[in-house]
């Protein structure tokens, strides 16, 4: 991903606000890249930039050999079906679909059959940990566990880019590691890039790099390794027992996610 000259301005009554100005940095194929940056500071907008979901006042966005920010809508959609994933701080999970149906919805829009798509479903839910849960809806799950739905939902036709936005933002510390730790650990194994935005620096030191946002300015990027490869323990060694129950699950975590 190469990002040339961003600049994005909003004008609100007679004024112009700039949100980005002048941005340009690349994003190595595989790197997990946290964008922080406080309320206001414009990561919001880069994200959106990045995505292709806001067209700049300037510049571009590259991402392979495509420029998104010059693309219509429909080839926008169509774009991000093919390679991008999105992780969301609100789980973005359909209320009537049971874990399963959400996490193979990304394959219906890209036309896959059935059982190759209830088959792609069941494997990326086994690796996040719930595969004896994915005929539960979402109001039988905690929030921890419909974060890790999100998850599989956003691996599971295997994007090139992972977009995740404030992706623990409901979640206690616990379960914040490991969310972490297990959307770092599929983006290494499959060298897949994430761009993580957050303005809590703890969940930087999860990524390999960190850029940091002030007033629409990059003020710092840092690349320093993650502390998934430098050694946090094992994978899920936080993660709640595949055999709770969901009301089990709730008298710790999801308490958590109320007062939060």
């Known amino acids: 991903m190469q990002v040339r000259d961003l600049r994005k301005v909003y004008r609100v009554g007679s004024e112009q606000v700039v949100a980005l100005d002048s941005l340009s940095f690349t994003v190595e194929a595989g790197q997990v890249v946290c964008i922080a940056g406080t309320s ?16 700049p006042t300037r510049g571009s ?14 080839s926008l959609a169509k774009f991000r079906q093919k390679y991008v994933g999105f992780v969301f701080q609100s789980y973005n999970l359909m209320q009537y679909m049971s874990a399963l149906e959400n996490v193979a919805l990304p394959l219906v829009f890209r036309g896959v059959g059935k059982s190759r798509r209830e088959a792609a479903a069941k494997k990326i839910l086994s690796e996040v940990g719930l595969l004896n849960r ?4 979402p109001s039988q799950m905690s929030g921890g566990q419909q974060q890790r739905v999100g998850i599989a939902r956003a691996f599971v036709a295997n ?5 995740a936005d404030e992706p623990t933002g409901n979640l206690d510390t616990r379960t914040t590691i490991d969310v972490m730790r297990m959307m770092v650990r599929l983006c ?12 809590d620096m703890e969940l930087a030191k999860y990524a390999d ?11 710092s990027d840092e690349l320093h390794g993650s502390i998934v490869d430098i050694g946090s323990g094992p994978p899920g060694e936080h993660e709640e027992a595949q055999n709770t129950s969901p009301a089990d699950a709730d008298n ?3 308490q958590h996610d109320e007062d939060n």
């Open 188 to 199: 290494h194994e499959n060298n897949q890039t994430m761009i993580l935005v957050t303005h």
């Open 252 to 254: 710790g975590e999801e």
């Open 209 to 219: 790099r960190t850029i940091t946002i002030v007033d629409g300015n990059i003020v």
């Open 159 to 163: 994007p090139k880019i992972i977009f």
């Open 134 to 137: 994915m005929r539960h809806t």
């Open 40 to 55: 206001g500071s414009g990561k919001s907008t880069l994200l959106n930039q990045l995505a292709g979901l806001e067209k």
């Open 61 to 74: 966005v590259i991402i392979g050999k495509r420029n998104i920010s010059r693309m219509s809508e429909d």
